[in-house]
């Protein structure tokens, strides 16, 4: 990330906070923007409101059909209110009906919707969310199919013609190690020239292993039934992958809008399915049998989830590939992931795994050509902008980036910074034209991944 990123981000938080409190102070009829919470079928719907949030009204207006999981996003509200530590003050009001989207239209109760929850219906909430005159937070992924794709360039346009904003929560933006990983590849004296690649041996690679099971505020995260039916949820590479082809835009390309139909080719994809038993589906869900609506996807008494895949794409002529995996539960760690970008001078190297403790760590591995103590010195000049960071040789010509533990902030932190600098943007009626260019172009990427791992299946 370039020094103008680094602060046009930080800039865009601040002045989104200070909007913010300025809308809750200033005696208006309303003590900031009106929250609308559509259909919450994940947790991130709640996430949200982990704490309060400068700048949104406490009243929060619900519309959901009925069923657990809108009962689960409101027990979370509740919990969020009745504890001990930083209580929240959220006071909501639910619509539960079979109407939902109808009434939320009709009503027009808040400024802002947040959708989080079944993908096979998001894209069409975003688009009826925008044509009501609604800003929209959207949760990831906002398309999972080349007809959602197609929807989501509507509801695009249609916001920018309404001065409307759809903006993503894309919360790994605002991670630490993140940021920093950005700005060494904009040191050109560190990483020199992005290099190019080829498909088969590409310059860019990421992989990331999740878990269907897992924990979430210190309790078992519940999955919706549904979460297993990837024409609902999404296929593996509809869905995190929108996090790492994120990361690759704004830390390769940190000032190019990248359009879809210029500067993007979709180069191969592959898929394959994770094995969950009926005992599985159970504990994650709640659920004692498989819902009809699974029935093709069981084999053999075990429901195969098509969890797993690898996209290969070409970005301003630069290869990448991306893949992710889902097993069901991990034996004891946490969340897996790797990452290599590589340059003319050095790679950089994401490593988290068991042997990190399951902490993301940022590693330097220069090229053979340079002086090791050269190398070192010019690291830790370029470092001296985080005064935290400290840099630590492990290996010939490799070198972690440290940055302690009391430095970096946890996924779920990460929120409320998002809601500010979605604020910022609602304030102003738009977002940025790379905003816009750059979410079209990573979800045209994982929805013609999907459709050519389909085709290569057959």
Not at 6 to 13: D, K, P, Q, V
Not at 128 to 143: C, I, Q, S, T
Not at 242 to 267: G, M, N, S
Not at 435 to 447: A, D, G, P, R
């Amino acid at each position: 990330m370039t020094d103008s990123n680094l602060m046009r981000l930080c800039g865009n938080i601040v002045s989104g906070i200070a909007l913010s409190l300025a809308v809750s102070c200033s005696g208006g009829e309303a003590a900031g923007y009106r929250l609308v919470v559509l259909d919450p079928g994940h947790f991130h719907a709640s996430l949200l409101q982990k704490s309060d949030v400068p700048g949104i009204d406490d009243t929060v207006y619900v519309y959901a059909p009925p069923g657990n999981e809108v009962e689960q996003y409101l027990s979370a509200i509740r919990s969020y209110n009745t504890r001990e530590k930083s209580p929240t003050s959220w006071v909501t009001v639910p619509y539960i009906g079979k109407d939902y989207l109808q009434r939320m239209v009709a009503d027009r109760r808040g400024d802002i919707v947040v959708i989080s929850g079944n993908n096979m219906k998001k894209t069409r909430y975003i688009y009826e969310a925008v044509k009501a005159g609604y800003d929209v937070l959207a949760d990831k992924p906002m398309a999972i199919s080349r007809e959602d794709f197609g929807l989501l360039v509507s509801a695009y346009g249609l916001a920018e013609s309404n001065g409307t904003v759809i903006y993503e929560l894309m919360t790994e933006r605002y991670d630490v190690l993140n940021m920093v990983e950005g700005y060494l590849l904009s040191r050109h004296d560190i990483f020199g020239d992005l290099c190019t690649g080829t498909p088969d041996e590409p310059a860019v690679t990421m992989e990331s292993v999740h878990y269907f099971y897992k924990l979430v505020s210190g309790k078992p995260s519940m999955r919706p039934g549904w979460y297993y039916d990837v024409r609902q949820q999404g296929e593996g590479i509809a869905d995190v992958t929108t996090h790492l082809i994120d990361q690759i835009q704004w830390q390769c390309f940190p000032e190019d809008a990248i359009d879809y139909e210029k500067d993007v080719r979709v180069t191969g994809a592959s898929h394959w399915p994770t094995p969950v038993s009926l005992e599985e589906y159970a504990i994650s869900t709640g659920l004692d049998r498989f819902p009809d609506y699974l029935d093709g996807s069981i084999r053999d008494g075990m429901l195969e989830v098509m969890a797993n895949g690898t996209i290969d794409f070409c970005i301003k002529g630069v290869n990448a590939r991306i893949t992710v995996r889902w097993d069901f539960a991990s034996d004891g760690g946490g969340d897996i992931s790797t990452s290599v970008k590589k340059g003319t001078l050095s790679s950089l190297e994401t490593v988290q795994n068991a042997g990190t403790g399951f902490t993301r760590q940022l590693y330097v591995r220069k090229t053979s050509d340079i002086d090791d103590s050269d190398f070192e010195k010019r690291l830790e000049r370029a470092l001296k902008k985080y005064a935290f960071v400290s840099v630590v040789p492990v290996d010939d010509g490799v070198y972690l980036i440290d940055i302690p533990e009391e430095n970096r902030t946890g996924h779920e932190e990460h929120f409320a910074e998002v809601a500010a600098d979605f604020l910022h943007y609602a304030a102003r009626g738009r977002v940025p034209e790379q905003e816009v260019k750059n979410t079209l172009s990573k979800y045209y990427i994982t929805t013609e991944g999907v459709s050519r791992a389909k085709n290569v299946e057959k």
